[in-house]
């Protein structure tokens, strides 16, 4: 039969085309990897908006090195670089070496782990990543879970399963808007989002008081359920946070599992952040009380150092996963007795990323990527002690794990004026791309943020970072003490 392969599409006899623009592709993000020197370029939104819009998208090059080219310019020359060690703002990891190659992978094949028949093997190797996962998180043979596409949606899916549960004790649907969820301030923006999405009411989300460290109050947790109770709520699930995004906060495990054991709730651990701890050969005691949990967030592409996306939901009662299945014949019909990942995931067509994590365990092992992890919370506690013998900066609290909550505010200026000052500072800093800090408010206040999660980032980049913000702090007040000065 005669056969006619488009020369643009990945088969057989594309194979040397296919090699050509891998290899090119390579080679152009090794010659500008090469050539970084800091973790932006500094270039405005109006100068990117310019050239981004500048292309016609109907007049094709024609021609995948040109196309590269182009796209190497507009992309690569402006990207922010998570690999350098100045950059030192948000959850973002650099990326082991192992899931690259996996990333080769992927994307040639393009399976999607929804069917048995679209993933075979595929199927199989993200059921043992879940099993390990669970292993490592303490539950038994009975857990289960999936990969999603992160924390976001790995929250939203565990309290789908809370709300499912709780519907399943009640019996009437028409409960949703007396369902209560118990989270702290400095939970994740998505558990109010998750139960705006799940039909829930506005005042859903019951805060629960955190104690002097910024951590979960057990015992303000107790009377906000009893509170809740005799105001006619139903208690449907508790968000304990296992590392929260600006202090890095664990909360009590283990005494939240106990409350939520006697009354019956299901109990989420958010540890999108902190399961790098699940790792650990010295910090692994920071999650006492995780196996406990009815489910549990993981985050691989934060803390271990998997490229986006690669996250999971994990859940202690494999059972409650199927309180979300939906049957279609062309999909997983219900006489079918294949492993189907479908009936569990918030997702239909899903990307095997579940092999880069695969790819990092069987080349460098579980034991490396905790130490890797230990080396950044290792770093934010030194950081932090520089920082609080320094007369030019404050800190906001001890790290738990590697965020470091700081501000430059000399002894001249008042708390008013450092918190007018910071995200200026924040932002001139940004565009000139020699280092990037994060900002956030806590307590009312703003204030500068170290994220560590890259291994290679030393104390004197560190120390570079600190004096790039001591010198823009410095050339700021001076321009608003000449300002101040003509005004008078």
């Known amino acids: 039969m005669e056969r006619s392969d488009s020369p643009h599409l990945f088969s057989a006899s594309t194979l040397d085309v296919y090699t050509s623009g891998v290899w090119h592709a390579s080679a152009l993000l090794a010659d500008r990897v090469k050539a970084v020197r800091q973790p932006y370029s500094g270039a405005t939104v109006t100068e990117l908006q310019e050239q981004v819009d500048a292309v016609d998208l109907d007049q094709p090059l ?50 999607s782990v929804d069917t048995w028949d679209q993933s075979t093997a595929g199927t199989l190797i993200e059921r043992r990543l879940i099993d390990w996962t669970a292993g490592r998180i303490g539950f038994g043979p009975g ?77 303000a947790l107790t009377v906000a359920i009893d509170d809740a109770r005799r105001d006619g709520g139903i208690p449907m699930a508790v968000v304990a946070t296992a590392g929260t995004t600006d202090l890095g906060r664990i909360d009590p495990v283990a005494e939240i599992a106990a409350i939520c054991e006697r009354q019956g709730i299901w109990l989420h651990v958010d540890a999108a952040y902190g399961c790098g701890l699940l ?67 918030l997702q239909t067509t899903r990307r095997f990323d579940a092999l880069k994590l695969w790819m990092t365990l069987r080349t460098m092992g579980s034991d490396q990527i905790g130490d890797m992890f230990d080396a950044v919370v290792d770093r934010a506690h030194d950081v932090h ?31 008013a004026e450092c918190d007018e000052l910071m995200p200026r500072l924040r932002q001139r800093l940004f565009y000139g791309g020699r280092a990037i800090v994060a900002g956030t408010t806590i307590g009312g206040h703003y204030w500068l943020k170290f994220t560590l999660l890259n291994p290679n980032t030393t104390m004197d980049n560190l120390r570079d970072v600190l004096d790039l913000i001591r010198g823009i702090g410095r050339e700021m007040t001076g321009e608003r003490d000449e300002a101040a000065a003509v005004m008078a």
């Open 385 to 415: 002690t520089l920082i609080t013998a320094d007369p030019d900066f404050e800190a906001a609290a001890e790290p738990t794990l590697s965020t470091v909550l700081f501000r430059y505010r000399p002894g001249q200026l008042s708390v």
């Open 62 to 111: 024609g021609d995948t090195g040109a196309a590269l080219h182009e796209v190497a310019r507009l992309y690569l020359d402006n990207a922010v670089w998570f690999h350098e060690p100045t950059y030192v703002a948000h959850l973002n990891c650099p990326v082991a070496l192992p899931a690259l190659s996996a990333e080769v992978l992927i994307s040639a094949v393009n399976s």
């Open 143 to 219: 857990a289960d879970g999936i990969f999603t596409s992160g924390g976001t949606q790995s929250n939203l899916q565990a309290l789908l399963l809370a709300r499912e549960e709780a519907l399943s004790v009640h019996q009437d649907r028409s409960a949703i808007p007396r369902l209560r969820i118990f989270a702290t301030t400095q939970s994740h923006f998505s558990v109010s989002k998750s139960a705006g999405i799940l039909g829930m009411s506005a005042d859903a989300v019951i805060g629960v008081a955190t104690d002097h460290t910024g951590k979960m109050d057990a015992a």
């Open 279 to 345: 790792v650990s050969t010295r910090r692994r005691h920071l999650l006492d009380g995780i196996e406990r949990a009815d489910s549990v967030t993981v985050d691989f592409h934060k803390s271990y150092f998997q490229p986006v996306s690669s996250s999971a939901i994990v859940v202690r009662r494999g059972e409650t996963m199927r309180r979300i299945a939906v049957h279609a014949d062309y999909l997983n019909p219900r006489t079918a007795a294949l492993p189907n990942q479908v009936d569990k995931s």
